[in-house]
Each structure stands twice: as structure tokens, then as C-alpha cells.
């Protein structure tokens, strides 16, 4: 069908638009949802798959893949899926002692984000100009850059994983009562807890995949939507709204706010760095963050 008589705005519409605008959409509720189940289950602000290792091995793969084998498309994305998979698995392992605690979760996947980013620093500076350019490109997360395949793959994973979320809401709030008390009311708390991580890292996982990594929406989403909620409900649907309504207006603000179009990574990082800081802040001051 077409939308307008003038052929031009019909393929503007219909061909760069909307399929834009339907991956910005996709990939907010799969990281506003995601980054929501990682905070209450890791009982951290701060626990966003941004600072945890899963974004930024997901980055190395990728910024290998385009750099050291010169691929691209389909070929980028499924590194990614997988560096982010096997990045949550490795921290996954080395957090285990008896059973995984968010704390050390945390403090883990710190450190080995901070590997995944000395190499992929490495590897870039290593790199060819041609090659550093398209890297840094992938890098800096962008959801125009989504093919028709890896959005419909994101598409069909969002139609398993987030009614799967939904249901596993209520394991996520019995964990948040501790695991004291959750074991007390039957509930084997590992097993959830790892069916919990996997979900959120498969969503976070296939959203990076598609655009890159769109800084911060996972961080951010989840806090605005407990708040507008007031604490009622698990607040997981709520989160991915959020996160799909912030992915959504920032790619329309950097393809019309300046001449040059700019990455939708670019603006979320301008939303989520000052946030981050209001958050370090208040964490500090209650006491909560050391």
C-alpha cells in the first residue's frame, strides 16, 4: 500500500521511518524491562547491564568482528548476541560461591566491563582508520542501524521473553523479601535467580544485537517507572514502556534536533549521564552506597 502520492515520501515513511520507529520501540521495552529485573534482583540501583560486563562484552565481540574479519550486518549482531551471552555466563561463574549475591554480582561484572573495555580500547587503537570509524560507529548504539532481519528476530524474541518476564514477576518479588524469607515461603531462590538473569540478559542481549548499545535506558528506565507506579505492582510492564517511550524520543531528537542526524546512543547518554550522577548522590547520601 502507499501512504502518499509523492513516491518519495512514501519511501521515507514507509521504508526509513517506521521501521525505525518500530526498532526504537522494540528495543526500549526489551531494555526497560530488563534493566528493571536486574535492579530488584540484584537489590542495586546501579545494577544495569551498562556496569555489569554484559553491554561491554557484547561491544568487544562486535568491535572484534568489524575490525580483525571486517563483518558487518547480520554477521555483527550474532557476535554481539553471543559476546553478551557469554559475557553473563562468565560473570555469572566467577560471582558463584555457594549460590550468586547481588553484591558480588555487581562488583564482578564491574571488573570485567572494565576488561571488555581495555580491549575493545586496544583493539581500536590497533585498528585501521576505515575500520576504527565503523566500530566506533556499531559502538555508540544506534537503532537506524537495525536491518529488516535483526528486527524481526528482536520482534519474535519479544513475544517469548516478555510475557516470560511477566510471569516470572512475582519469583522477582518474593527474591526482593530476601532469600531468607523466600526460601522460607518455598521458593528455590538460585533457580530463580538464574532464570530471572537469563531472561533479562537474553532481552538486554538481543537489543544490543539489533542497534548497539543504547547507553543508560536500562539504568533509567526502571526508577521512572517505579516512581510514576508509586511502589504498586512489580512494575516490569511499566518499565518497558518507559524504556520504549525514551528510546523512541530520542532517536526523533537526533534525527531532527540538529542538521546532521545524530546516533540515538548519543542522546540517551546525555539523558542518563546527569541521572547517574543525581543517582550516585542520592545513593551516597542515604547511606546506600558506601
Same mark, same amino acid.
Given at each position: 500500500?502507499?501512504?502518499?502520492?509523492?513516491?518519495?515520501?512514501?519511501?521515507?515513511?514507509?521504508?526509513?521511518?517506521? %521501521? #525505525? &520507529?518500530? #526498532? &526504537?520501540?522494540?528495543? =526500549?521495552?526489551?531494555?526497560?524491562?530488563?534493566?528493571?529485573?536486574?535492579?530488584?534482583?540484584?537489590?542495586?540501583?546501579?545494577?544495569?547491564?551498562?556496569?555489569?560486563?554484559?553491554?561491554?562484552?557484547?561491544?568487544?565481540?562486535?568491535?572484534?568482528?568489524?575490525? #580483525?574479519?571486517?563483518?558487518?550486518?547480520?554477521? +555483527?549482531?550474532?557476535?554481539?548476541? $553471543? *559476546?553478551?551471552?557469554?559475557?553473563?555466563?562468565?560473570?555469572?561463574?566467577?560471582?558463584?560461591?555457594?549460590?550468586?549475591?547481588?553484591?558480588?554480582?555487581?562488583?564482578?561484572?564491574?571488573?570485567?566491563? /572494565?576488561?571488555? +573495555?581495555?580491549?575493545?580500547?586496544?583493539?581500536?587503537?590497533?585498528?585501521?582508520?576505515?575500520?576504527?570509524?565503523?566500530?566506533?560507529?556499531?559502538?555508540?548504539?544506534?537503532? *537506524?542501524?537495525?536491518?529488516? #532481519? /535483526? !528486527?524481526?528476530?528482536?520482534?519474535?524474541?519479544?513475544?517469548?521473553?516478555?510475557? !516470560?518476564?511477566?510471569?516470572?514477576?512475582?519469583?522477582?518479588?518474593?527474591? /526482593? !523479601?530476601?532469600?531468607?524469607?523466600?526460601?522460607?515461603? *518455598? !521458593?528455590?531462590?538460585? &533457580?530463580?535467580?538464574?532464570?530471572?538473569?537469563?531472561?533479562?540478559? $537474553?532481552?538486554?542481549?538481543?537489543?544490543?544485537?539489533?542497534?548497539? %548499545?543504547?547507553?543508560?535506558?536500562?539504568?533509567?528506565? @526502571? %526508577?521512572?517507572?517505579?516512581?510514576?507506579?508509586?511502589?504498586?505492582?512489580? =512494575?516490569?510492564?511499566?518499565?518497558?514502556?518507559?524504556?520504549?517511550?525514551?528510546?523512541?524520543?530520542?532517536?526523533?531528537?537526533?534525527?531532527?534536533?540538529?542538521?546532521?542526524?545524530?546516533?540515538?546512543?548519543?542522546?540517551? @547518554?546525555?539523558?542518563? &549521564? %546527569?541521572?547517574?550522577?543525581?543517582?550516585?548522590?542520592?545513593?551516597?547520601? /542515604?547511606?546506600?552506597? =558506601?
Amino acid at each position: 500500500f502507499r501512504l502518499q502520492d509523492d513516491p518519495s515520501i512514501d519511501f521515507i515513511v514507509r521504508d526509513l521511518r517506521l %521501521p #525505525t &520507529a518500530v #526498532t &526504537a520501540l522494540a528495543v =526500549g521495552l526489551a531494555l526497560g524491562m530488563s534493566g528493571l529485573i536486574f535492579q530488584k534482583l540484584l537489590g542495586n540501583p546501579l545494577a544495569s547491564p551498562d556496569f555489569v560486563g554484559i553491554s561491554s562484552g557484547a561491544s568487544m565481540f562486535a568491535a572484534v568482528a568489524i575490525i #580483525t574479519f571486517h563483518a558487518s550486518g547480520l554477521v +555483527v549482531s550474532g557476535v554481539a548476541l $553471543l *559476546g553478551a551471552v557469554l559475557s553473563a555466563g562468565a560473570i555469572y561463574l566467577f560471582a558463584w560461591r555457594d549460590g550468586v549475591t547481588g553484591y558480588r554480582f555487581v562488583l564482578i561484572g564491574i571488573g570485567v566491563s /572494565e576488561f571488555f +573495555v581495555a580491549i575493545t580500547g586496544y583493539v581500536i587503537a590497533r585498528a585501521q582508520v576505515s575500520d576504527a570509524r565503523a566500530a566506533m560507529s556499531w559502538l555508540v548504539g544506534s537503532v *537506524g542501524q537495525a536491518g529488516a #532481519t /535483526e !528486527l524481526r528476530i528482536l520482534l519474535v524474541s519479544l513475544a517469548v521473553l516478555l510475557p !516470560l518476564s511477566l510471569l516470572m514477576g512475582r519469583q522477582l518479588g518474593v527474591i /526482593e !523479601l530476601g532469600d531468607d524469607a523466600a526460601q522460607g515461603l *518455598g !521458593l528455590r531462590v538460585q &533457580a530463580a535467580r538464574l532464570g530471572l538473569l537469563t531472561v533479562s540478559v $537474553l532481552l538486554v542481549a538481543l537489543a544490543t544485537a539489533a542497534a548497539g %548499545p543504547v547507553a543508560f535506558v536500562a539504568l533509567i528506565a @526502571g %526508577p521512572i517507572a517505579v516512581r510514576l507506579l508509586r511502589g504498586q505492582g512489580s =512494575g516490569l510492564l511499566a518499565a518497558a514502556f518507559v524504556g520504549a517511550i525514551i528510546v523512541l524520543l530520542a532517536d526523533l531528537v537526533a534525527a531532527h534536533a540538529l542538521p546532521a542526524a545524530l546516533p540515538t546512543g548519543v542522546v540517551t @547518554g546525555g539523558i542518563g &549521564a %546527569p541521572y547517574l550522577i543525581w543517582l550516585l548522590a542520592t545513593v551516597n547520601r /542515604e547511606g546506600r552506597g =558506601g
